[in-house]
């Protein structure tokens, strides 16, 4: 679904510039609820975890592969504002280091598969989880179906912008068919990916998923024939939550690291989603080289390495490490501001309002 440079003209590629520039400011401001002391580390290592598993093409028809595009798993896991700069956050470390999907393509990369995949993925599991009985099965299974619904919707994202702004005279019926008819594959493995990644940390710490914030029932004893509320579960001692925290984020990285450095070796080689459909409907005529093409880590691979299996491995575990570090700056300098906003001058601003309302 990476889009390069050339397949859409420049007005619309600027606009698209616009609203990705728009929503990111947005996210930025919107991420400052959501993030706290348990999801901004996540959000880093959400993106990091992105990146590595974007790296593992998989097939899904003859001579086609897919890979995840990571919105619903983002915004599932740390809240939509957070997964749209988080997913954004990949897509420029992708762009500059990697010369996947173009620079001057990169509005429409952000608004196709950050913006747009987000805000279905989480209308859709928030409408779910508000009509599905409230347990960790239902959170799991919006997820997946979720998950799916948003590659689709890519796909008819691209198709729209490819109808304002193509640079190839080519069927829009024809292009619409071919990319929702295989990114409804791809979605299949985008829903199976999302789901055991949001299960397996529902497992474990239920609490860091923000999707999962609120939905568990409380607990009913049978008291006098009546039914009320069990007495609330004492909180995890601070030390103890740090520690379990610590460990899912080493356990995180980890997995991220393996599967970029090792696993994406054995990734399926066939061209992707948009690729394949570029190719065989003419929509590639007039793609043009990556401005960072002669980039060292060009291609998912380290400069001046031949062997193939190192080089790949590497260079991916150079992108985790980069996306890592990059995206927990940015989560964690939003959370300081946070704390910064509702520190003492937000306090004693509190206290003045009250003391002349009194």
Known sequence: MHVPDGFINAPVSAATGLIAAGAVAVSLRGARRELDERTAPLAGLVAAFIFAVQMLNFPVAAGTSGHLLGGALA??????????????????????????????????????????????????????????????????????????????????????????????DVSIGKVATAMIGVHVLIGIGEAAITALTVGAVIA???????????????????????????????????????????KVWIAGLVTSLVLAGFVSFYASANPDGLEKVAHDKGIDKKAEEHANADSPLADYGVKDITDARLSGGLAGVIGVGVTVVAGTAVFWSLRRRRTADAGPASTASATDSASENA
Not at 76 to 97: E, F, K, R
Not at 236 to 246: D, I, K, M
């Open 75 to 168: 915004a599932i896991l740390v809240g939509p504002y957070t997964g749209v700069l988080c997913v954004s956050v990949v897509l420029l470390m992708q762009g500059v280091l990697f010369a996947d999907g173009g620079l001057t393509a990169l509005g429409v990369n952000i608004t196709d598969m950050a913006i747009v995949t987000t805000v279905v993925a989480y209308l859709t599991f928030r409408g779910l989880v508000k009509v599905l009985p409230r347990t960790r099965r239902s959170i799991t299974a919006s997820s997946f179906v979720a998950a799916l619904i948003s590659v689709p919707a890519a796909a008819v994202a691209f198709t729209f912008l490819y109808a304002l702004g193509g640079t190839t």
């Open 204 to 246: 474990v710490r239920p609490d860091l998923v923000y999707g999962a914030r609120g939905l568990t029932q409380k607990l009913k004893l049978r008291v006098g024939g009546e039914l009320v509320d069990a007495p609330a579960a004492e909180e995890p001692a601070p030390v103890a939550a740090a520690r379990s925290h610590r």
